[in-house]
């Protein structure tokens, strides 16, 4: 395959490059070539084929011979229970779902914040340039885990009026401040690799601060770090599973109540694929992204 | 007589310890095109981020149809609309279709409307061969192409005067002319300017003064064939000679 992708656009897909009339013939030596291009290939993709059956086929026929290997299947694997147990832990899931999208919306909201406050120069935001520079230096230091118990063990026992108690409340909000500190640095990156002639171009046309940024800083920088926003939304979804530590029932916390009944660690592998089975399209969604945002590079190197 | 478009006395600007422009004193009146030459690292780039209140002076006056734009009080901006300035690397808007990157300050800065503003690039890009580039990214455009956008960009603003920074400098030899051309066409019709080149032929063609910048200062200033072809001073000479060796004459 990458034979054919190095050698450009190939002549033989029905427009000849050179048509100065008459139809273009391939010489004997290009077709020589493309012989044994063919045969080299199939040479490849033969070795790819035996050597792939050899390594798996063998790794299969060790674990499923090894004297543990019938333990092993009832302990994580048995799929009987497992289906028995999956709308329980699909419904601790739609917990994380919908966290997932609480928190995502509102940590775009704050890291944006923050990272403009961040990049300004205004004279009257100093003080909160201040501020956000030591919450984005604390969260991003301090693990997530020790935030969540933090603020959701840590704030209902300060027994102020008025203040919520729900641990999902809690739990979301420790999950928002430690992401929009991440976020907000993410986008300030993106803000600040914006080269400075854009801005110049930008405030020599007479548009003010606020409108280069709108119109043409943010729009550039959000291009470059929307592959990083979505790997940080990927992690979120899993991280999402944290906040059973309080004991709201998600799906980690689902798959554990279950397990501590029946001592079968099944539950636990079902509710990691239904985690896999959201975050493994959201990483190749943020790869296609990626490969595309390098494509389309690599072309503006070209012109 | 109406106030000179521009008049610059005594200017200083520095960069820390390095003094980058000391002294600048010089006038451009209306329909005149004033030409900086010098080496790289005279200042002219800065001279003319100056103009454009890119970079705070240390010392001096701008004055812009008689108004001190260098005043405290002054807000940029509003300065801004009245100047159009084109860079050595273009600097489009690479996020923005063609007609996007020339609308974009009409609509957004001059409260033009959308149907005028694009009306009005849409004649603007006619005149110099560009309307099927309309939809286009910058980066399907060759250099010279996307020069002269960026030089619509800023027509399209009814600048009073033009800033023009080495617009040629990062083009192709063969992309050139069509760029200076383009220039040429608008001295024709009438535009104040103030450029900063390295091509000695095309400075003669359009300049009233050409104005030979060295180590930041004014060194020489005059008629075009008088700084060109007689320098008086030696460093104008040296340097002409050095350009005329580089083939850019």
Same mark, same amino acid.
Request: net charge positive; glycine share 8%; proline share 4%.
């Given at each position: ?21 008459g ?72 917990t994380?779902?919908?966290?997932t ?100 171009a ?16 943010l ?6 770090v929307?592959?990083?926003l ?8 899993k ?17 554990q ?47 | ?109 001059? %409260?033009?409307? !959308?149907?005028? /503003? ?8 006619? &005149?110099?061969? =560009?309307? @099927? ?10 250099g %010279?192409?996307? !020069?002269?956008? /960026?030089?619509?960009?800023?027509l399209?603003?009814?600048? &009073?005067?033009? =800033?023009? @920074?080495?617009?040629?400098s ?12 383009t ?13 900063a ?9 359009v ?43």
């Amino acid at each position: 395959m990458s034979e054919n992708r190095g050698r450009g656009s190939g002549g033989n897909s029905g427009s000849a490059p050179y048509d100065f009339g008459g139809a273009w013939q391939p010489s004997e030596i290009e077709l020589a070539r493309r012989v044994a291009r063919k045969k080299r290939n199939q040479k490849n993709a033969l070795i790819a084929a035996l050597s792939s059956a050899l390594v798996l086929g063998t790794l299969i026929v060790v674990i499923v011979t090894s004297p543990g290997w019938v333990t092993l299947r009832n302990t994580f694997f048995k799929w009987a229970y497992g289906v028995e147990v999956l709308p329980k832990i699909l419904l601790g899931f739609a917990t994380n779902a919908t966290l997932t999208v609480i928190a995502g919306t509102s940590v775009a909201l704050i890291g944006l914040l923050v990272a403009l406050i961040r990049t300004s120069r205004t004279p009257a935001l100093t003080p909160f340039r201040f501020l956000a520079t030591i919450y984005v230096d604390v969260f991003r230091g301090v693990p997530l885990l020790l935030v969540i118990l933090l603020v959701g063990f840590g704030i209902p026992a300060l027994q102020i009026k008025g203040l919520t108690n729900s641990v999902l409340i809690l739990g979301t909000l420790a999950v928002i401040i430690t992401y929009s500190a991440y976020v907000a640095e993410v986008i300030r990156s993106g803000i600040l690799t914006v080269h400075p002639s854009q801005r110049a171009a930008a405030r020599s046309l007479g548009l003010s601060h606020s409108q280069t940024l709108r119109y043409v800083v943010l729009p550039q920088a959000f291009k470059r770090v929307t592959p990083p926003l979505l790997n940080d939304l990927v992690a979120l979804v899993k991280d999402t599973g944290l906040i059973s530590i309080l004991g709201v029932t998600d799906a980690v916390r689902a798959a554990q109540i279950q397990t501590s009944k029946s001592f079968n660690y099944t539950p636990y592998v079902m509710a990691a694929l239904i985690f896999l089975a959201v975050t493994i399209p959201l990483t190749r969604a943020t790869d296609r992204m990626l490969r595309k945002s390098l494509e389309r590079q690599n072309a503006q190197g070209q012109a | 007589m109406s106030a000179p478009v521009l008049r610059i006395e005594k200017l200083r600007k520095s960069f820390g310890a390095e003094i980058v422009l000391e002294d600048i004193t010089f006038t451009v009146p209306e329909h005149t095109a004033t030409v900086f030459i010098g080496a790289s690292g005279s200042g002219k780039s800065t001279l003319l981020r100056c103009i454009n209140l890119l970079e705070q002076i240390d010392d001096g006056v701008i004055k812009l149809d008689g108004q001190d734009i260098s005043a405290a009080d002054v807000n940029p901006d509003e300065v801004r609309k009245k100047l159009g300035m084109v860079f050595q690397s273009f600097n489009l808007f690479p996020h923005m279709t063609v007609l996007e990157n020339i609308i974009l300050a009409p609509t957004k800065v001059q %409260g033009v409307s !959308q149907d005028e /503003a694009v009306d009005q690039a849409f004649k603007l890009l006619e &005149r110099f061969g =560009l309307r @099927d580039k309309a939809d286009q990214y910058p980066d399907r455009l060759s250099g %010279g192409q996307q !020069q002269r956008v /960026a030089i619509i960009r800023s027509l399209a603003r009814s600048p &009073r005067l033009l =800033l023009l @920074d080495e617009i040629t400098s990062a083009l192709d030899p063969v992309l050139v002319n069509e760029v200076l051309s383009t220039v040429r066409e608008l001295k024709s019709e009438g535009m104040t300017m103030v450029l900063a080149t390295h091509e000695m032929g095309f400075a003669k063609q359009v300049a009233n003064e050409v104005c030979y910048l060295h180590q930041g200062r004014i060194l020489e200033w005059g008629a075009p064939e008088e700084i060109l072809e007689a320098p008086k001073r030696a460093e104008t000479r040296e340097f002409i000679k050095r350009v005329h060796d580089a083939g850019r004459l």
